[in-house]
């Protein structure tokens, strides 16, 4: 017998400023780390314009409440909010958020605040960004004015999407320093600061709202071995904790585990802790977890000889450490157009994990398919494939429900089509089509697409349907 969804259930979608945006240098924001990475990919479509959604943002909500959105998960550019990251405020950045917030407010749609999505001032990365001691106080400061000024209708706080990306992959997101010495451990170096920053932000989110929630949202999937073999039991089991609940732990017990500290001591990565930093962990408690979840990963011991690295199907993401894991395609998982791994069983598997691990409420803040989509000629936009994804993520989530786990909202990405993080304009995962070609905004029109009717109808039967 399958446990209904909850009666106040978070059906919504998620997006973020620098994806959607646009209006990348208007009414005073500053550069981000996005802005200035030196390449941009060729194929990548630049953020510059993005979906228009400065501009288009009463138009987009209204799509939203269409489909009967309850919330709606978007990220505050913090180089709108403090153009250089520590200093002055940027009152026209604070005005378009108050509008956001309040036209959501207006169509009943509950706001979900990233305080940062990726989008680091580049003013603040010029002086180390991550690396620096400075940016944790920088980050408290802007969580202050963000507390301050939307506090009294924002009730939901995310504090840093993916920090767990950002250190797997902090080369690509344009946060690391490619001439640094050590380049491998100063992301763990970065990574410590940015649990530091995130610990204190709940901490004074709490002190100056009491009746605010707020959470980590990192990125979190099951590892699976690639056989029954003990060693490679034992590489999934390693890179479980390196990449999961390495975030997680921290976030929620304030402690580094054992087995990603001894792999952070085994790799001469361990980080500087400064007094008081493990103490500053400990005291700051979130009231949920958010996570984002795509797809599982599969991994074999890596036998350290040159054997440690794999690409698992996505062109950019390259998963192995040598001597203790190596990524591994699995042969049980469809894969989508980009070649990422299509499991929703592993969401479920993920969700029992994390609740099981923690015991804390959970929302969802990213889950969909990255697809080639195209207008038809009758106008329309069709992409089953989407549909069937989500369902068959939803009906796993709801099996989880049933398992006992407590999930309170479903926040898939994405709202509506944005650049991807990794692949530009051409990969699309919205519910709302955006018409363009990679390299041409022609006039950025809206169009709802299939799934957008089928979400609606899911959110008016609360997932019934
Ligand atoms: C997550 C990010 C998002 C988004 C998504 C899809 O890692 O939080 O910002 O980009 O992945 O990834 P991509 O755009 O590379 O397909």
Redesign the pocket.
């Known amino acids: 017998q399958l446990k209904p969804f909850p009666k106040d259930f978070f059906w919504g979608a998620?997006t973020?400023a620098y994806?959607v945006e646009g209006a990348w240098n208007e009414d005073g924001k500053g550069p981000s780390v996005i802005d200035m990475r030196e390449k941009y990919p060729e194929r990548t479509t630049d953020y510059k314009v993005a979906s228009d959604h400065y501009h288009l943002y009463q138009e987009d909500v209204r799509l939203m409440a269409e489909m009967g959105f309850k919330a709606y998960r978007f990220s505050i550019a913090w180089t709108r909010i403090i153009p250089n990251g520590t200093g002055e405020v940027n009152p026209k950045g604070l005005e378009f958020y108050n509008n956001l917030i309040n036209e959501l407010i207006e169509n009943k749609i509950e706001p979900i605040v990233t305080m940062y999505?990726?989008d680091l001032p580049y003013a603040l990365q010029a002086r180390g960004g991550w690396s620096n001691r400075e940016t944790i106080d920088a980050f408290v400061k802007y969580a202050k004015v963000l507390f301050d000024n939307y506090g009294d209708r924002v009730k939901y706080w995310l504090t840093i999407?993916?920090q767990n990306?950002m250190i797997m992959h902090g080369k690509a997101l344009g946060t690391l320093d490619p001439n640094l010495e050590d380049p491998d451990r100063e992301l763990y170096q970065q990574n410590h600061h940015m649990l530091v920053a995130q610990a204190k932000a709940m901490d004074v989110c709490h002190q100056m709202l009491p009746q605010a929630l707020i959470g980590p949202?990192p990125?979190i999937s099951y590892i699976y071995p690639a056989s029954s073999k003990p060693e490679d039991i034992l590489a999934a089991q390693s890179f479980n904790s390196i990449r999961n609940w390495l975030y997680l732990d921290a976030a929620v017990y304030g402690r580094y585990n054992k087995t990603a500290w001894s792999f952070l001591e085994e790799k001469g990565y361990v980080p500087t802790i400064v007094e008081g930093d493990m103490e500053i962990l400990k005291n700051a408690k979130p009231d949920f977890i958010a996570f984002?979840y795509?797809t599982s990963k599969t991994v074999e011991a890596s036998n350290g000889e040159g054997n440690d690295k794999n690409n698992t199907g996505?062109q950019?993401i390259v998963i192995g450490e040598a001597g203790v894991y190596k990524g591994h395609n699995n042969p049980n998982l469809p894969k989508n157009e980009?070649g990422?791994e299509i499991d929703p069983i592993g969401f479920r598997t993920t969700l029992r994990e994390v609740y099981d691990r923690y015991q804390l409420p959970i929302i969802i803040t990213?889950n969909?398919l990255?697809a080639f989509d195209k207008v038809e000629e009758d106008g329309t936009v069709r992409d089953p494939y989407r549909i069937d994804y989500l369902k068959k993520h939803l009906e796993q989530m709801q099996l989880a429900i049933t398992d006992g786990v407590e999930v309170f909202g479903y926040c898939p990405?994405?709202a509506i089509d944005?650049?991807?993080?990794?692949?530009g304009a051409k990969?699309r995962?919205g519910f709302i089509f955006v018409d363009r070609e990679e390299f041409d905004l022609k006039e950025l029109r809206r169009i709802p697409k299939q799934s957008f009717y089928w979400y609606k109808e899911v959110i008016a039967s609360n997932g019934e349907k």
């Open positions: 998620s973020s994806q999505h990726f999407n993916e990306m949202a990125n984002n795509y996505d950019e980009f990422w990213e969909g990255g990405w994405s944005l650049i991807s993080t990794h692949q990969k995962y």
